[in-house]
């Protein structure tokens, strides 16, 4: 079994150690909050430290939970070693962290894996077999919405790096392609980065917009596909789908599962197989380009 340790148990570092725990491949947990470290890992009775470093000997692959802006700089002296990696999205705060932490992994041979959760919603994946089947036809828009109120703990990056990435992965992964074009419209209001955006991607013969916010009162995860035979309508949190067209309704039977639970496996299990991750490194880079070039970095 491989034996994999977490750097940062904030609320998605904990969800991290609960389910490799539930896996029985947990070995070690990091956190710079001594008392935080010490209690998770005496829940799951596993090594716990303050220190990063420790863990290079100790585990065969990690998971970086740690904001964005320390993305690169945790994940360095593990990629260097070797050592597997699954970080959280965005892969970086910057595009030349991020083709250095690719470039690390293909030179040292380490799994890179970037958490882009969304691609593993069974929503999502039974989304991306009816567009290739044709139900919809030609996909004409994508129209997602992903909106919450302002969580205080956003401090690092704006709502484009913390939001947006996740359906930029999403639409991109349901088309198969990359955009021609970004256009995009950014404000800030309360948060020391942008809080809200829409996003218009051209993909040629589809244009997606994404509309991205920290000013609704209530949690909105949503996407629409409008092809010339067909719509879909896509719940993220509920997963639910959806397709109607001119004669029939299609409620899709989707078996709902933790997205994060079979984005782990599918760690664990690229690294047991020699194969590539779902979201590799340099999917993770193509995605946070996108980003930037949306804020107009």
Same mark, same amino acid.
């Given at each position: 079994m491989i034996k994999v340790g977490v750097i940062g148990l904030g609320n998605m570092g904990q969800h991290h150690a609960r389910i490799y725990a539930g896996m029985g491949c947990l070995a070690a947990v990091v956190d710079t909050d001594l008392d935080r470290a010490r209690a998770i890992g005496e829940r799951?009775?596993?090594y716990w430290s303050h220190v990063a470093a420790d863990l290079l000997y100790m585990v065969d692959a990690v998971s970086i939970v740690v904001p964005t802006t320390q993305h690169s700089i945790v994940a360095h002296d593990f990629l260097q070693s070797g050592m597997h990696c699954l970080v959280e999205k965005p892969i970086a705060v910057s595009y030349d962290e991020g083709l250095g932490m690719v470039m690390l992994a293909k030179c040292h041979?380490?799994?890179?894996?970037?958490?882009?959760?969304?691609h593993f919603n069974p929503a999502v994946v039974k989304l991306k077999e009816v567009v290739e089947s044709g139900i919809? $036809?030609?996909i004409l828009t994508i129209v997602t919405k992903r909106v919450n109120p302002y969580v205080e703990r956003m401090q690092?990056?704006?709502v484009v790096i913390?939001?947006?990435?996740h359906d930029i992965g999403v639409v991109r992964y349901l088309l198969g392609k990359e955009p021609r074009s970004v256009f995009a419209r950014t404000g800030r209001e309360m948060a020391h980065k942008e809080d809200y955006a829409t996003i218009v991607?051209?993909?040629g013969e589809t244009i997606a917009t994404i509309e991205v916010n920290w000013f609704t009162p209530h949690k909105v995860r949503t996407l629409t596909a409008t092809g010339t035979k067909g719509i879909a309508s896509l719940d993220y949190i509920e997963q639910t789908?959806?397709?109607?067209n001119s004669r029939d309704t299609t409620v899709f039977d989707i078996e709902n599962c933790e997205p994060l639970t079979l984005e782990l496996q599918d760690f664990i299990q690229s690294i047991e197989q020699h194969r590539p991750p779902k979201v590799d490194g340099a999917? $993770?880079?193509?995605?946070?380009g996108i980003a930037l070039e949306s804020t107009g970095k």
């Open positions: 799951y009775g596993v041979g380490a799994t890179l894996a970037i958490g882009h959760i969304e919809l $036809g030609k690092d990056v704006g913390d939001s947006a990435t991607l051209d993909f789908l959806v397709v109607r999917e $993770g880079l193509a995605i946070l």
